[in-house]
Antibody
Framework: EVQLVESGGDLVKPGGSLRLSCTAS????????MSWVRQPPGKGLEWLGR??????????DYSAPVKGRFTISRDDSRNTLYLQMTGLKTEDTAVYYC?????????????????WGTGTTVNVSS | SSELTQPPSVSVSPGQTARISCSGE??????VYWYQQRPGQAPILVIY???ERPSGIPERFSGSSSGTTVTLSISGVQADDEADYYC???????????FGGGTKLTVL
């Protein structure tokens, strides 16, 4: 089964740091382009950044609001994606999702997969 | 600008067709993806690359594109379709994702 599971969400004080993890299963992780998306309470979705797969050089791009504070990385040996967050602010309070998409061939048919985890909650509060 | 604009809300009666628009300057050059999100759940992709439907998504869901506006149509709306819908695309470079503000679909 294709699956993503986030973990690491917690209550943290402003200015603090936190590392989120996203463990993948059921698909070839090393070549997958992986993204982080967050959703503040009662608000819309916000893309944070993406790391490309191994064959594409593992290039990383960040959205402007988090560039310099957040760091995306991956450990292909553990099938795990990370989001290191520093200098956390109250406005970083959100549910954080990891997501990926890819094509696979099932029974001779090319199928498009779009996968999201269930999310992990980060609460930045004093 | 890479912003995507959606109406905050759309209301339809059961059995009718709901149409949710998404407009943005880059949409004539970048694909659009549509997500359905029910309260407390992760988003689910319902349309990709403007008009393609993922496996398992009912044929009632369709996407269309005209210039800088794309539209998600849901025919024969059911109570279960009540959710927030987000369009997603990329900036002109294709590197940075951008989401629309979301549209709350209410089934009357």
């Amino acid at each position: 089964e294709v699956q993503l599971v986030e973990s690491g969400g917690d209550l943290v004080k402003p200015g603090g740091s936190l590392r989120l993890s996203c463990t993948a299963s059921g698909f070839p992780f090393s070549n997958a382009w992986m993204s982080w998306v967050r959703q503040p309470p009662g608000k819309g979705l916000e893309w944070l950044g993406r790391i490309k797969g191994k064959t594409d050089g593992e290039t990383i791009d960040y959205s402007a609001p988090v560039k310099g504070r957040f760091t995306i990385s991956r450990d292909d040996s553990r099938n795990t994606l990370y989001l290191q967050m520093t200098g956390l602010k109250t406005e970083d309070t959100a549910v954080y999702y990891c997501t990926t998409s890819f094509y696979d061939v099932l029974a001779g048919v090319r199928v498009y997969f779009d996968v999201w985890g269930t999310g992990t909650t980060v609460n930045v509060s004093s | 600008s890479s912003e995507l604009t959606q109406p905050p809300s759309v209301s339809v009666s059961p059995g009718q067709t709901a149409r949710i628009s998404c407009s943005g300057e880059t949409l004539s050059k970048q694909y659009v993806y549509w997500y359905q999100q029910r309260p407390g759940q992760a988003p689910i992709l319902v349309i990709y690359k403007d008009s393609e439907r993922p496996s398992g998504i009912p044929e009632r869901f369709s996407g269309s594109s005209s210039g800088t506006t794309v539209t998600l149509s849901i025919s024969g709306v059911q109570a279960d379709d009540e959710a927030d819908y987000y369009c997603q695309s990329a900036d002109i470079s294709g590197i940075y994702w951008v989401f629309g503000g979301g549209t709350k679909l209410t089934v009357l």
